[in-house]
Protein backbone atom coordinates (compact mmCIF):
# COMPACT_ATOMS: atom_id res chain seq x y z
CA UNK A 1 0.00 0.00 0.00
CA UNK A 2 0.47 3.74 -0.49
CA UNK A 3 0.90 4.44 3.61
CA UNK A 4 3.13 4.59 6.30
CA UNK A 5 4.49 1.17 7.22
CA UNK A 6 4.44 0.57 10.85
CA UNK A 7 6.84 -2.63 12.52
CA UNK A 8 6.12 -4.66 15.12
CA UNK A 9 2.52 -4.03 15.36
CA UNK A 10 2.95 -5.54 18.47
CA UNK A 11 5.88 -5.76 20.96
CA UNK A 12 6.66 -7.08 24.24
CA UNK A 13 9.77 -6.55 26.05
CA UNK A 14 10.88 -7.45 29.26
CA UNK A 15 12.13 -4.76 31.50
CA UNK A 16 15.70 -3.71 31.09
CA UNK A 17 15.47 -4.71 27.25
CA UNK A 18 16.50 -2.72 23.97
CA UNK A 19 13.46 -2.34 21.51
CA UNK A 20 13.48 -0.92 18.09
CA UNK A 21 10.83 0.46 15.99
CA UNK A 22 10.57 0.64 12.54
CA UNK A 23 8.48 3.25 10.03
CA UNK A 24 8.64 3.37 6.60
CA UNK A 25 7.16 6.66 5.52
CA UNK A 26 4.84 7.66 2.85
CA UNK A 27 7.12 7.90 -0.51
CA UNK A 28 7.97 11.64 -1.01
CA UNK A 29 7.10 12.80 2.29
CA UNK A 30 10.38 14.72 3.62
CA UNK A 31 8.78 15.08 7.46
CA UNK A 32 8.76 12.20 9.44
CA UNK A 33 7.43 12.59 13.25
CA UNK A 34 7.61 9.82 15.92
CA UNK A 35 5.06 10.54 18.80
CA UNK A 36 3.94 8.51 21.94
CA UNK A 37 -0.02 7.87 23.20
CA UNK A 38 -0.68 6.13 26.36
CA UNK A 39 -4.12 4.80 26.74
CA UNK A 40 -6.65 6.96 27.19
CA UNK A 41 -3.99 10.17 26.08
CA UNK A 42 -3.96 12.10 22.85
CA UNK A 43 -0.61 11.53 20.54
CA UNK A 44 2.73 12.90 22.37
CA UNK A 45 5.00 14.56 20.28
CA UNK A 46 8.28 12.93 20.19
CA UNK A 47 10.96 13.74 17.59
CA UNK A 48 11.31 15.06 14.20
CA UNK A 49 13.11 14.61 10.86
CA UNK A 50 13.10 16.21 7.73
CA UNK A 51 14.75 14.43 4.99
CA UNK A 52 17.48 12.56 7.73
CA UNK A 53 18.06 15.65 9.90
CA UNK A 54 16.94 15.15 13.30
CA UNK A 55 15.64 18.89 13.78
CA UNK A 56 13.65 18.80 17.16
CA UNK A 57 14.06 15.47 19.77
CA UNK A 58 12.63 17.78 22.70
CA UNK A 59 10.00 15.05 23.33
CA UNK A 60 11.97 12.44 23.50
CA UNK A 61 11.85 11.35 27.72
CA UNK A 62 15.14 10.31 28.45
CA UNK A 63 18.26 9.51 27.33
CA UNK A 64 17.06 5.79 26.61
CA UNK A 65 15.10 6.94 23.67
CA UNK A 66 16.72 7.36 20.41
CA UNK A 67 15.52 8.04 16.82
CA UNK A 68 17.49 8.22 13.47
CA UNK A 69 16.86 7.94 9.74
CA UNK A 70 19.67 7.73 8.13
CA UNK A 71 19.12 8.04 4.37
CA UNK A 72 16.02 9.85 4.45
CA UNK A 73 13.44 7.61 4.79
CA UNK A 74 12.70 4.52 7.03
CA UNK A 75 13.38 5.33 10.39
CA UNK A 76 13.71 3.68 13.58
CA UNK A 77 12.54 4.54 16.95
CA UNK A 78 15.05 2.79 19.71
CA UNK A 79 14.34 3.10 23.50
CA UNK A 80 16.99 0.96 25.23
CA UNK A 81 16.33 -0.38 29.14
CA UNK A 82 12.71 -0.30 28.71
CA UNK A 83 10.45 0.51 31.91
CA UNK A 84 7.38 -0.30 32.30
CA UNK A 85 6.10 3.65 32.24
CA UNK A 86 7.35 3.06 28.09
CA UNK A 87 4.15 0.65 27.35
CA UNK A 88 2.41 2.96 25.04
CA UNK A 89 1.29 2.98 21.20
CA UNK A 90 4.15 4.30 19.36
CA UNK A 91 2.93 6.09 16.05
CA UNK A 92 4.80 7.21 13.19
CA UNK A 93 3.86 10.17 10.99
CA UNK A 94 4.54 11.35 7.52
CA UNK A 95 3.76 14.49 5.82
CA UNK A 96 5.04 16.28 2.28
CA UNK A 97 6.23 19.68 2.37
CA UNK A 98 3.84 22.46 3.66
CA UNK A 99 2.95 25.80 1.76
CA UNK A 100 4.14 28.85 3.79
CA UNK A 101 0.75 29.84 5.33
CA UNK A 102 -0.23 26.84 6.33
CA UNK A 103 0.73 23.02 7.30
CA UNK A 104 -0.27 19.60 5.68
CA UNK A 105 -1.74 16.90 7.42
CA UNK A 106 -0.25 14.36 8.76
CA UNK A 107 -0.51 11.02 7.94
CA UNK A 108 0.03 7.91 10.52
CA UNK A 109 0.99 4.42 10.62
CA UNK A 110 -0.85 1.65 12.31
CA UNK A 111 1.44 2.36 15.54
CA UNK A 112 3.03 -0.36 17.35
CA UNK A 113 2.22 -1.14 20.74
CA UNK A 114 4.66 -1.98 22.95
CA UNK A 115 4.49 -3.64 26.45
CA UNK A 116 7.26 -3.70 28.97
CA UNK A 117 6.66 -6.36 31.51
CA UNK B 1 3.65 24.72 27.65
CA UNK B 2 1.26 24.83 24.35
CA UNK B 3 -1.68 23.25 24.96
CA UNK B 4 -5.30 21.74 23.56
CA UNK B 5 -7.82 21.17 25.53
CA UNK B 6 -10.74 19.07 24.79
CA UNK B 7 -13.71 17.77 26.93
CA UNK B 8 -13.13 14.22 27.18
CA UNK B 9 -16.37 12.97 27.10
CA UNK B 10 -18.11 10.78 26.40
CA UNK B 11 -20.61 13.00 24.66
CA UNK B 12 -23.90 10.32 23.70
CA UNK B 13 -25.82 11.20 21.48
CA UNK B 14 -28.84 9.30 19.30
CA UNK B 15 -28.74 8.59 15.86
CA UNK B 16 -29.83 11.10 12.85
CA UNK B 17 -28.53 14.02 15.67
CA UNK B 18 -25.97 16.64 15.13
CA UNK B 19 -22.84 15.98 17.25
CA UNK B 20 -20.86 18.95 18.12
CA UNK B 21 -17.26 18.55 19.58
CA UNK B 22 -15.25 21.37 21.08
CA UNK B 23 -11.27 22.28 21.09
CA UNK B 24 -9.60 25.36 22.55
CA UNK B 25 -5.69 25.97 22.18
CA UNK B 26 -3.07 28.00 24.23
CA UNK B 27 -1.20 29.24 20.91
CA UNK B 28 -2.37 32.32 19.37
CA UNK B 29 0.20 31.72 16.22
CA UNK B 30 -1.16 28.61 15.30
CA UNK B 31 -2.33 28.68 11.72
CA UNK B 32 -3.28 25.28 11.26
CA UNK B 33 -6.54 22.82 12.59
CA UNK B 34 -6.70 19.30 12.25
CA UNK B 35 -9.58 16.88 13.54
CA UNK B 36 -8.74 13.33 13.47
CA UNK B 37 -10.84 10.77 14.21
CA UNK B 38 -9.39 7.16 16.51
CA UNK B 39 -11.11 3.97 16.98
CA UNK B 40 -10.39 1.95 19.76
CA UNK B 41 -6.95 0.37 18.98
CA UNK B 42 -6.49 1.98 15.76
CA UNK B 43 -4.28 5.31 14.84
CA UNK B 44 -5.49 8.68 13.99
CA UNK B 45 -7.67 9.53 10.91
CA UNK B 46 -7.73 13.11 9.04
CA UNK B 47 -11.25 13.66 8.44
CA UNK B 48 -11.09 17.65 8.48
CA UNK B 49 -8.47 20.84 8.25
CA UNK B 50 -9.41 24.32 8.21
CA UNK B 51 -6.66 27.16 8.69
CA UNK B 52 -8.99 30.11 7.77
CA UNK B 53 -11.80 31.80 10.28
CA UNK B 54 -14.81 30.56 9.74
CA UNK B 55 -16.95 27.25 8.57
CA UNK B 56 -15.68 24.50 6.24
CA UNK B 57 -18.27 21.69 5.61
CA UNK B 58 -17.30 18.33 3.72
CA UNK B 59 -20.07 16.19 3.73
CA UNK B 60 -21.74 15.33 7.14
CA UNK B 61 -18.96 17.46 8.69
CA UNK B 62 -18.24 21.19 9.28
CA UNK B 63 -15.46 22.31 11.08
CA UNK B 64 -15.63 26.10 12.43
CA UNK B 65 -12.69 28.10 13.56
CA UNK B 66 -12.12 31.41 15.82
CA UNK B 67 -9.28 32.48 15.77
CA UNK B 68 -9.76 35.53 17.70
CA UNK B 69 -11.32 32.99 20.72
CA UNK B 70 -8.64 30.17 20.03
CA UNK B 71 -11.86 28.09 19.42
CA UNK B 72 -12.53 25.33 16.66
CA UNK B 73 -15.03 23.13 16.53
CA UNK B 74 -16.22 20.08 14.78
CA UNK B 75 -20.11 19.06 13.72
CA UNK B 76 -20.79 15.83 12.92
CA UNK B 77 -24.94 15.88 10.97
CA UNK B 78 -27.30 13.14 10.77
CA UNK B 79 -24.51 11.17 13.32
CA UNK B 80 -24.39 7.28 13.00
CA UNK B 81 -23.15 4.90 15.01
CA UNK B 82 -20.36 4.17 12.67
CA UNK B 83 -19.23 7.49 13.96
CA UNK B 84 -18.35 6.32 17.30
CA UNK B 85 -15.03 6.72 18.09
CA UNK B 86 -12.84 8.83 19.96
CA UNK B 87 -11.84 12.75 18.07
CA UNK B 88 -8.94 14.16 18.45
CA UNK B 89 -8.44 17.98 17.71
CA UNK B 90 -4.74 18.92 16.72
CA UNK B 91 -3.01 22.58 16.26
CA UNK B 92 0.35 23.58 14.75
CA UNK B 93 3.05 25.08 16.43
CA UNK B 94 3.84 28.13 15.43
CA UNK B 95 6.63 29.13 14.02
CA UNK B 96 8.33 26.11 12.59
CA UNK B 97 7.72 23.07 10.94
CA UNK B 98 5.15 20.85 10.93
CA UNK B 99 4.62 20.11 14.42
CA UNK B 100 1.25 19.30 15.81
CA UNK B 101 0.37 19.33 19.34
CA UNK B 102 -3.02 16.72 20.16
CA UNK B 103 -5.78 17.40 22.62
CA UNK B 104 -6.62 14.43 24.85
CA UNK B 105 -9.64 13.82 22.25
CA UNK B 106 -13.35 13.47 22.57
CA UNK B 107 -14.84 10.12 23.03
CA UNK B 108 -18.08 10.04 21.13
CA UNK B 109 -21.04 7.48 20.91
CA UNK B 110 -24.21 7.50 18.75
CA UNK B 111 -26.55 5.46 19.97
CA UNK B 112 -29.33 3.59 17.41
Known amino acids: GAGVSQSPRYKVAKRGQDVALRCDPISGHVSLFWYQQALGQGPEFLTYFQNEAQLDKSGLPSDRFFAERPEGSVSTLKIQRTQQEDSAVYLCASSPPGRTDHNSPLHFGNGTRLTVT | ?112
Open chain 2, 1 to 112: QKEVEQNSGPLSVPEGAIASLNCTYSDRGSQSFFWYRQYSGKSPELIMFIYSNGDKEDGRFTAQLNKASQYVSLLIRDSQPSDSATYLCAVNVAGGYNKLIFGAGTRLAVHP
